[in-house]
């Protein structure tokens, strides 16, 4: 069963990917074919994708409301990993491990804004909930702007299971929660093997999924508004991360790994 990729970014970065087949990719005729379309067109020849040309109205049917900016793919359904596969490259990697749990983010744009956020930060993977949360769709991908494309991200049925699973592992979970006793996210150790993990955008994260953390970590607030939108407080706090895992980064992993609660 075919997917429809639509916008730019989202199909030249499943064709640069390579992760999945790209059945055929679909331009508006008319359109001017430089920039990210010459490069698609480019990528089209080298890999024996074909390309077809036909009027808007066409890529509007297809797109089904997702904007598309004269670009659509027809690509096979999206390579979700397994979390054998997450931990192994994680574990696996030359840096202390790194990653994104989102427990039921709903909201599409949410979910694509931090995949972007964790694809350039370099995360080693993402866990998202099966239910009541987000899945990564053809407008999840578009607004990832095909960042999604180039992350290991499996769903699990249980998130807080999943979190213990981690923590067998060494890694150490930081929640990412408003909460009475969280320090305030600056004053955190991020340099050690670590799942951030974010909760819903409107009742925050679960109770059984709360208690699994090993800290909490809040984003003070001096203005009159009382929160920030979910995609931008993981942002922060995945960049505060990386700003000091790359400053530790030249005497190799700093992170201490845990032991089994």
């Not at 996210?185 to 993990?197: E, I, N, T």
Request: net charge negative; hydrophobic share 45%.
């Amino acid at each position: 069963m075919a997917e429809i990729l639509a916008g730019r970014n989202a199909v030249r970065e499943a064709l640069v990917a390579g992760r999945r087949s790209v059945h055929r990719v679909l331009l508006a005729q008319g359109g001017v074919e430089q920039g990210i379309v010459a490069e698609i067109l480019g990528l089209c020849q080298a890999g024996g994708v074909p390309v077809t040309r036909v009027g808007r109205a066409e890529l509007d049917r297809l797109a089904e409301g997702i904007p598309h900016q004269g670009v659509i793919a027809e690509v096979a359904p999206y390579p979700y990993a397994s979390l054998e596969e997450i931990l192994e490259g994680a574990t696996g990697a030359d840096e202390d491990p790194l990653l994104l749990i989102l427990d039921q983010v709903q909201d599409p744009q949410n979910v694509g804004a931090l995949l972007r956020t964790a694809e350039a930060v370099g995360v080693h993977g993402v866990i998202i909930a099966s239910h009541r949360a987000a899945q990564i769709s053809p407008a999840v991908s578009r607004a990832s702007a095909g960042a999604a494309e180039h992350l290991a991200i499996c769903t699990v049925s249980n998130i807080a299971r999943t979190l213990q699973r981690l923590r067998d592992e060494g890694l150490w979970i930081v929640g990412i929660e408003d909460m009475q006793d969280a320090q305030e996210f600056s004053q955190a150790d991020y340099a050690r093997p670590l799942a951030l993990v974010l909760g819903s955008e409107g009742s925050g994260m679960r109770r059984l999924v709360a208690k699994q953390c090993d800290y909490m970590v809040r984003i003070p607030m001096r203005g009159q508004v009382t929160s920030l939108n979910v995609s931008v407080a993981g942002a922060i706090v995945l960049y505060a991360a990386l700003t000091e895992r790359t400053a530790g980064a030249a005497t190799g992993p700093q992170g201490d790994k845990r032991g089994t609660r």
